[in-house]
T-cell receptor, first 115, second 112 residues
Framework: GAGVSQSPRYKVTKRGQDVALRCDPISGHVSLYWYRQALGQGPEFLTYFNYEAQQDKSGLPNDRFSAERPEGSISTLTIQRTEQRDSAMYRC?????????????FGPGTRLTVT | LAKTTQPISMDSYEGQEVNITCSHNNIATNDYITWYQQFPSQGPRFIIQGYKTKVTNEVASLFIPADRKSSTLSLPRVSLSDTAVYYCLVGDSRYPGNQFYFGTGTSLTVIP
């Protein structure tokens, strides 16, 4: 079956612009996660959802970052007034349930470059 | 939250068995140990998970001693395609907790 998909795969934007990154999880997966990954580092947790409810957003760096999953399926991570330090790979993952027992399936990521 | 400590990097020759050890001294009763593999330009991929003793699948084995304060991922007869970063995660089976903490992982390089 189809895996986790993300779009766009690459995004170049000018500083100060808003960007929206999309994640389409595996069908039927309850939980959806957003991570940010810098070169040479492991994925850094941003936020996660169970169905449409945002359960934890403690990893969002500041209030320019927000995420939603209105119908419990597709999710959008929005970054307002982008800054150069926001440049990174943004990864989405989904799982059948929440908790360490459930394997996370990762998408290919969106490479964001802020110029 | 149970923190994990892994070696930053390891080298191995093709055909050898590789063992990567992860320390998690503060592991809690309900915590599971999970390992992910990440190839360059790809997202992490689940390899194996365990709670205690030994778990084996078609890719790897996971050894967990009785005190569960460490775990060892064993990759039999590695090939060049096993060159990747390996992450050890510890998290509660019921709640997300620190299952989200990937750390920097162990970068394994397999040499011809």
């Amino acid at each position: 079956g189809a895996g986790v998909s993300q779009s766009p795969r690459y995004k170049v934007t000018k500083r100060g612009q808003d960007v929206a990154l999309r994640c389409d999880p595996i069908s039927g997966h309850v939980s959806l996660y957003w991570y940010r990954q810098a070169l040479g580092q492991g994925p850094e947790f941003l936020t996660y959802f169970n169905y449409e409810a945002q359960q934890d957003k403690s990893g969002l760096p500041n209030d320019r970052f927000s995420a939603e999953r209105p119908e419990g399926s597709i999710s959008t991570l929005t970054i307002q007034r982008t800054e150069q330090r926001d440049s990174a790979m943004y990864r989405c993952a989904s799982s059948r349930g929440t908790g360490a027992f459930y394997e996370q399936y990762f998408g290919p990521g969106t490479r964001l470059t802020v110029t | 939250l149970a923190k994990t400590t892994q070696p930053i990097s390891m080298d191995s020759y093709e055909g050898q068995e590789v063992n990567i050890t992860c320390s998690h001294n503060n592991i809690a009763t309900n915590d599971y140990i999970t390992w992910y593999q990440q190839f360059p330009s790809q997202g992490p991929r689940f390899i194996i998970q365990g709670y205690k003793t030994k778990v084996t699948n078609e890719v790897a084995s996971l050894f967990i001693p009785a005190d569960r304060k460490s775990s060892t991922l064993s990759l039999p007869r590695v090939s060049l395609s096993d060159t990747a970063v390996y992450y050890c995660l510890v998290g509660d089976s019921r709640y997300p907790g620190n299952q989200f903490y990937f750390g920097t992982g162990t970068s394994l390089t397999v040499i011809p």
